[in-house]
Structures are given as structure tokens and as C-alpha cells.
């Protein structure tokens, strides 16, 4: 491949987390976008990297916060940070803004969330947060909530009614049904439901490694078969032995391109383009992270505290093109690889994101 392809990372961060602040909030259960260090490694990285745009993850995940309005908290913040860095940062609210943050140079930022607790019992705030430029949330973390079972909640009772109510209103204000980390319940019954195409933004295949966060062929197929998205991350779930690799990811891709067809498949990384430079301080306080998330209910099965969480040899400002390298060694053409990193992604935001915001 000649020239770098769009890329578009449909779950990732933005931060350097070799920074002090950062590195202290992720050792913790509660880390906000008010603790991220957006500086100028983080942004000449990304750039670096070839990064058209990113889903960042914002609002209310997990712990004691008040939901609703640390929610509207960090939307405020995140639009500070996107107004304080506008050379290299675009708000993005449609695809034409995904098309110009590729001809600006700049990175693309798409508001997504992790968890819709935020909207309490009143699915009326769907709208609030599409108005304020959300547009990505996902269902629900690895716990159950009241709109429907995690990954990790042993019920597997699917969506509830409050729950159908809020994929409705996602529906109605064009927003992405995200079933990343949902249960497989829930995941069908939404993707079923939905008047419009839904994803799994970031997520592994359960026929290679039979772990609660990964997906089956069965809902990988009817995610796709609605016009979906699935994007594929480097996480550690994607092999038994909590050490994956590279290898483990074009695994995966392969996969689910197989199972999805080549137009619904990407990459949803679940992490930074920065990488962390002392791999042994990070490795000693990672036992107590993993800890904490096993303590507070909203750990994953596979979670260790040997465990990265990222793949070693897929990260920094080349992991996107060690991706390509390793998808043209697979036999891989420049146009599917072009649909993995990016075009997919831009289709199926088509797809769903009203034309104007």
C-alpha cells in the first residue's frame, strides 16, 4: 500500500499516559477526562500514527460519580480540550466532518459513551445528548443496568423495557447503538430491534477464544446483516493466554471478515496511539487496577493481573502501519484493507448519522 488509508479507530483514546496525572488516574477505578493529558506528544503521536479520527470514550463508565451530570461534566471539558488544541482537533458531528478533519489534517473527535446509565429514567436526555454532539453510546458496561445485562452479568436477560425505549430514541436522534460489552441477549435483541444499523464498536471473536467480552458468529453475523459495524480491538481477550499479539488481532479480523463479509469490519483499539515507556512500573501497579475492577463488579473474565491490557506488539505511533504490513503478508488487497482501517467505518456513520448536526 502506498499511502496511508483514512483510519478511523471506532473506540480509542487520547491521552499520554506516561504523563504523571494520567498515569495516577489510571491506576485508579474513576479516571475523568479532566485527569487525561491531552499535550503535545499525545497530539503529534496521533498525527504521527496517521489517526483520521477517533471515538473517544466520555461521561459516566463506572463508580460513585452521579451520572447524568458528570456526563454533562465531561462533555464541557472535552469541548474545552477540543477548542484549546482546534489546529489539531475537529469535533466531529457527521461524516462530512470525518471528510474534513482527513483534508484538514486534523484528528476527528467522536463523542461516545461506555455505559447509558446517564440517562437515568428519562430517555428525553437522549436528546439533550445528541443536541450537545454525542454520537456514539453504548448500552451498557460489563455489569447489568437498567437498560439491559452486560457481558458479565450471569442473568444474560437481554434488554429491558426501559432499555427498548432508549434504542428507540438512539434511532430517533441518529445516533450509534453501540453492544460493546453487552450480553448476548442483549446484543441480539438490540441489533433486532433497531430501525437502524447497529456495532460493536470494539470486541473479539468468541469462536477463537471463548471469553464473555468477545462475540459470537451469531451475533457478528446479525449486527452485519442489518448494516452494521464490528470493530475488531487489541485487547487481551483475544487469546486464552492473556497475551496477545499481533498475530491474534489479524486473527480476529480475519474472522470476522469471514463471518461478517469485508464491508462491516474495523478496528476499535480500545487504546491510546502513545505508548507507555516503563512497561515494569506500569506491570507493578496493574495488579492492583485489575484488583479494584474485580472488587467494584465491573472487571471482564480474562482480566488477570498479568494482563495488558493492549497488545505489545501492536502499539505506538506504528500500529496502524505494522496493521497494514501484517493484512498485505495475510494476502490482503489495498481496498479491504482500506475498508478495515477506515472506509467501513465512514459507511456505516453514513449509515446512521443524520446528514447535517
Known amino acids: 500500500m502506498t499511502s496511508t488509508p483514512m483510519i478511523i479507530n471506532a473506540l480509542g483514546q487520547l491521552d499520554n499516559p506516561n504523563a ?58 472535552w469541548d474545552g480540550i477540543v477548542r484549546d488544541h482546534a489546529a489539531d482537533l475537529l469535533k466531529v458531528r457527521t461524516v462530512a466532518d470525518l471528510h474534513r478533519a482527513r483534508e484538514e489534517r486534523r484528528v476527528g473527535v467522536i463523542y461516545g459513551f461506555q455505559n447509558a446509565v446517564a440517562v437515568g429514567e428519562d430517555v428525553g436526555r437522549v436528546a439533550t445528548f445528541a443536541e450537545l454532539g454525542v454520537r456514539v453510546v453504548q448500552l451498557t458496561y460489563n455489569q447489568a443496568n437498567h437498560l439491559g445485562d452486560g457481558s458479565m452479568a450471569p442473568a444474560n436477560r437481554g434488554l429491558s423495557e426501559f432499555g427498548r425505549s432508549v434504542v428507540e430514541a438512539l434511532n430517533a436522534h441518529d445516533l450509534m447503538v453501540d ?9 441480539l435483541e438490540a441489533a433486532a430491534l433497531s430501525r437502524t444499523p447497529v456495532s460493536i464498536n470494539h470486541t473479539g471473536c468468541r469462536a477463537l477464544a471463548d471469553l464473555p467480552r468477545n462475540k459470537t458468529d451469531e451475533e457478528l453475523r446479525l449486527v452485519a446483516s442489518r448494516g452494521g459495524f464490528v470493530g475488531i480491538y487489541f485487547m487481551p481477550f483475544l487469546s ?19 463471518v461478517c463479509g469485508e464491508d462491516h469490519v474495523g478496528i476499535g483499539t480500545d487504546g491510546p496511539v502513545t505508548s507507555i515507556d516503563d512497561l515494569d512500573a506500569y506491570r507493578a ?35 496502524f502501519r505494522e496493521l497494514i504490513r501484517l493484512l498485505e503478508r495475510r494476502g490482503y488487497r489495498s481496498e479491504r484493507i482500506e475498508k478495515i482501517l477506515g472506509r467501513n467505518f465512514l459507511d456505516y456513520a453514513d449509515r446512521v448519522w443524520a446528514k447535517t448536526a
Do not use: K, W
Not at 493466554?241 to 474472522?255: F, K, L, P, Q, R
Not at 485489575?290 to 493481573?305: D, F, I, K, N, S
Open 179 to 187: 453492544l460493546s460489552h453487552s450480553g448476548e441477549r442483549t446484543c
Open 20 to 77: 504523571p496525572r494520567s498515569a495516577e488516574a489510571a491506576a485508579q477505578l474513576n479516571q475523568s477526562s479532566d485527569q487525561l493529558t491531552i499535550d503535545a506528544r499525545t497530539l503529534a503521536d496521533a498525527r504521527a500514527s496517521g489517526l483520521t479520527a477517533v471515538n473517544i470514550t466520555l461521561g459516566y463508565t463506572m463508580g460513585e460519580l452521579p451520572p447524568y451530570e458528570h456526563t454533562l461534566h465531561e462533555i464541557e471539558v
Open 285 to 319: 501497579d496493574l495488579a492492583e487496577h485489575v484488583a479494584l475492577r474485580a472488587a467494584a463488579g465491573v472487571g471482564a473474565a480474562g482480566e488477570r493481573a498479568d494482563t495488558l491490557p493492549f497488545v505489545l506488539d501492536l502499539r505506538g505511533v506504528d500500529q
Open 240 to 258: 486464552l493466554s492473556g497475551h496477545a499479539t499481533a498475530a491474534d488481532v489479524v486473527e480476529h479480523i480475519d474472522h470476522a471478515v469471514n
